[in-house]
């Protein structure tokens, strides 16, 4: 049974004032009980989170959206995975397709990042996804292997093992649209099936979540599929309401 797993992804979203009124409702409801809950703010307001976290005894967990594929150095506006692990981060997003395709992040870099986030003891929630052009193409499962391949090549089995993987449609993200539960359910079954190749049957232990405008309305019928063992979720990470209901649908995973 692989526990479910729900990432409230904030973006560069947030104030002291609207962090303090979303913690206050995910903290009150006892969100932590529904699922295992991530949040990651921007890296402004990681240490601001974390402490109200810890005030209030919260089993939430704190997690950031990008690090460096550096060690240390003179990399003036970057922020390493040991500084991350500093301030108590668990999980750390890597290749958002908004980094891929903003920021022209490759492959090569995703791979360099979740490497330097195992060594730092912080578990990589790596984003796979096709655009729109590249599924009517019927290029999905293509872009799929092209994007999770370089892990193979550079990272030993028992390190890929601590990763989460992240499907998100990048034709969905943000565009209120979302892949059928079915459309879903399909590319996270060949995402298993790609990982069974190389982990054996380890690859059943690996987390593949969902990213592509998970709302409360589509959130139970996406986490009773096999497959889907949690949200990477965006928007609606930012509303309290939202975020718990999306949380308690989570309940379903693979029940």
Known sequence: MRPALVIGNWKMHGCKQSINCLLSELIKENASSFAELVLCPPFTYLQW??????????????GAQNVSEHHDGAYT???SAA?????GCQYVLVGHSERRELFKETDQQV??????LIEAGIVPVVCVGESR???EKGLTEEVLVR??????AEMQPKSLNKCVIAYEPV?????????????AQNTHAYIRRYLRNHLAENADD??????GSVKPDNALSLFVMPDIDGALVGGASLNGQDFLAIARASLSCNA
């Not at 034709?171 to 459309?183: K, L, V, Y």
């Open 77 to 79: 506006g970057e922020v």
């Open 206 to 211: 690996v987390r593949i979540v969902y990213g």
């Open 111 to 116: 791979v360099f990042k979740a490497q330097r």
């Open 133 to 135: 052009d590249e599924r």
């Open 83 to 87: 500084m991350l692990s500093d301030l």
């Open 147 to 152: 994007q999770l391949a370089p892990f193979f």
């Open 171 to 183: 034709w969905a993200i943000g565009s209120g649209r979302s892949a059928t539960p079915e459309q």
């Open 49 to 62: 989170v974390k402490e109200v976290l810890q005030e209030n005894e919260s089993l939430i967990k704190l």
